[in-house]
């Protein structure tokens, strides 16, 4: 049973920092693209970054140079650093892999940018 567990979401104030994790219950972790998507009520659920398992990353515009995505394949762990952070980065953050074909989300956290 593949398991994604988000943690670090929180209310900041804008230009502040935030760092979300995203901790992974699979087996060959280090072999698996690692996405971050975000979504509003209403919304489509955005991809805002992802990682390869050889660390080739790729970012929304929105995101390019505030947003770092990374990974720990010690800890079967992806972080996104999020700095200068805005109002309209408020959203719902979730964790996303895709295994066999098979697409594997996270509960999501939230994080709220007051300005």
């Known amino acids: 049973q593949v398991q994604l567990v988000e943690s670090g979401g929180g209310l900041v104030q804008a230009g502040g920092s935030l760092r979300l994790s995203c901790t992974a219950s699979i087996g060959r972790f280090s072999s698996y693209t690692m996405l971050w998507y975000r979504q509003a009520p209403g919304k489509h659920r955005d991809l805002v970054a992802s990682?390869?398992?050889?660390?080739?990353?790729t970012y929304a515009d929105s995101v390019k140079g505030r947003f770092t995505i990374s990974r720990d394949n010690t800890k079967n762990t992806v972080y996104l650093q999020m700095n200068s952070l805005k109002p309209e980065d408020t959203d719902v953050y979730y964790c996303?892999?895709?295994?066999?074909?098979?697409?594997?989300w996270g509960q999501g956290t939230q994080v709220t940018v007051s300005s």
């Open positions: 996303h892999t895709y295994i066999n074909c098979h697409d594997y």
């Open positions: 990682i390869s398992g050889g660390g080739s990353t």
